[in-house]
């Protein structure tokens, strides 16, 4: 028998009111296993993402994190999230509080780890994604990138069985989209398991283990980066991907 | 233009640059020019209103009286040290009472923006409770705490009037205070909440280290607002007849001596502490300190 899933998404339906925003998505992810979901904006990319972090409930099916169910209502989500890694588009950095403090107070109220030691597990984490330094400096004097990279620290420093990366390059500047790459290259040589929301067709198919379309709330195919990108089976990942190559994104 | 970098300096760009200094000092002086004209229109319109006022004011048929009742110098060098003591009670007042509206103001900012199903009694609470108290008068809710609590003959409830009054005070301006806090609170990006559960906060965490620190920043001026009228209105719980009360003292000196003068010096009294809270305040809310 293969190993059990890190994550496993059945089934699962989601609705805003009249709007069907997931129609039934069914995904596995292994453990060390990166998955990329790329589909159009509205396609139900970044409501997965949130529904497996629990900061959504879903309305039908169920997601398990390591063969549990989570998605029940009597489970407790604090503990799911302390579990998962969570990294935003906008960054969501504490704007209040400096870089270090936006790593360690996770750390220290809810994995129970002591003051000194969080710092010490922070500083190892920020300097690994080039943050050395910038301990003490507030979010807003930080470039769009650096931010970036600090929601990333302070979203693995709780070595999370998987990290969940919602469109983390889209409020960036272009110049600075490599600098927050190259810390998620980094996360993906570590081993960490991921699902990952993405425009970056180039990113996906460097980082991503396989690559899923999402269309209108289905995830209409799934398989290795090379395969969907260059040979999709599917009209509308077809027309998708024709779209983004008139538009230069590909 | 010419080439440069030849030995002997070029006479076509020496004039340039003298040129370019010619434009810089005539602009500098045109600068200078408005500048001068800009202060000297402020000084003489300044003059031209306040001498109007005080023209109108002093030439005004009864300015001989209102000058006797209201700014008698032999009075207010008389009263003023009663007055001045008096005002310390408003200051102890008002700081108690301030202290009660804070924490009050958070507790039912925070009920009200309560979502669990249990906590719904708390949430329809928190909602009449500030309809009610921001919609009735400060001074009427003072006379309907004063009188009517005592009127109750309950043991057990305070009746000094003093305390009576303070009470009144703290549910009027908690009232007020909870939607300040309310709405900063509202004014935080859902996404700060969301950013605390994912690293592991539960919800009383996300609110209490997360979204409260930076809603009770955003509020500073407000709340600093309603602090400079709280200090006023202490004045209004003279009407229990809380003795030793600065604007009482100032009452009750002037119907004793037909002067008014007493008002006046409680007056300067009161703006010794808003003036400099106001200030406070500009400095607080200015563009500059937001670095």
Excluded at chain 1, 22 to 32: M, T
């Amino acid at each position: 028998m293969a190993s059990m899933p890190v994550i496993e998404i059945r089934g699962v339906t989601k609705s805003f009111g009249d709007r069907e925003v997931l129609r039934g998505v069914d995904l596995a992810i292994a453990e060390h296993e990166a998955v990329a979901l790329i589909g159009a904006s509205g396609s139900g990319k970044s409501t997965l993402l949130r529904c497996v972090d629990l900061l959504e409930d879903i309305d039908d099916g169920d997601i398990f994190l390591d063969g549990e169910v989570i998605t029940d209502p009597s489970v407790d989500a604090v503990g799911v999230r302390r579990r998962l890694g969570v990294v935003f588009q906008a960054y969501n950095l504490f704007p209040h509080l400096n870089v270090i403090e936006n790593v360690t107070l996770g750390r220290v109220r809810a994995g129970g780890v002591g003051q000194a030691e969080a710092e010490e597990q922070a500083i190892g984490v920020l300097a690994r994604f080039g943050l050395e330094g910038r301990e003490k400096e507030r979010p807003d004097n930080l470039s769009g990138g650096q931010q970036q990279r600090v929601a990333i620290a302070r979203a693995f420093a709780a070595r999370p069985r998987a990290m969940l990366l919602d469109e983390v390059t889209s409020a960036l500047d272009p110049e600075l989209v490599g600098e927050v790459l190259r810390a998620v290259r980094d996360l993906r040589e570590e081993g960490v398991t991921m699902l990952i929301a993405t425009h970056e067709m180039g990113f996906a198919r460097e980082v991503a283990d396989r690559v899923g379309f999402l269309h209108e709330g289905r995830l209409l195919e799934i398989s290795p980066p090379r395969e969907l990108l260059e040979n999709p089976s599917e009209p509308e990942t077809k027309r998708f991907l024709r779209r983004l190559l008139e538009a230069g994104r590909a | 233009m010419a080439e440069r970098g030849s030995g002997r300096p070029d006479p076509g760009v020496a004039a340039d640059a003298q040129w370019a200094r010619d434009r810089r000092a005539e602009r500098e002086a045109a600068r200078r020019h408005r500048a001068r004209r800009g202060q000297a229109v402020a000084a003489l319109s300044t003059v031209l209103v306040l001498g109007t006022l005080t023209a109108l004011i002093v030439t005004s048929p009864g300015w001989d009286d209102v000058q006797e009742a209201f700014f008698n110098p032999d009075d207010f060098v008389d009263i003023f040290p009663d007055v001045l003591s008096a005002f310390w009670l408003d200051i102890r007042i008002f700081m108690v009472v301030e202290v009660v509206v804070l924490v009050l103001g958070l507790m039912v900012a925070i009920a009200r923006m309560a979502k669990a199903p249990a906590l719904f009694p708390v949430r329809i609470l928190a909602v009449v409770y500030t309809d009610v108290f921001r919609g009735v008068p400060t001074i009427l809710l003072i006379f309907l705490v004063g009188f009517g609590i005592p009127a109750l003959d309950l043991s057990g409830l305070p009746t000094e009037p003093i305390i009576l009054g303070g009470i009144a005070l703290a549910l009027s301006y908690g009232a007020y205070v909870a939607e300040v806090y309310r709405a900063g609170l509202r004014s935080i990006h859902p996404g700060q909440r969301e950013a605390a559960l994912s690293v592991g906060l539960t919800e009383g965490q996300a609110l209490r280290h997360v979204v409260l620190p930076q809603a009770v920043r955003r509020v500073g001026p407000p709340l600093l607002n309603d602090f400079i009228a709280l200090q006023k209105d202490v004045a209004l719980i003279s009407i229990l007849g809380v003795a030793g009360e600065a604007f009482r003292v100032a009452q009750i000196e002037a119907q004793t001596n037909f002067n008014y003068t007493p008002l006046l010096a409680a007056a300067l009294l009161y703006l010794c502490i808003t003036i400099p809270l106001a200030r406070v305040l500009d400095w607080w809310d200015s563009p500059e300190r937001a670095r």
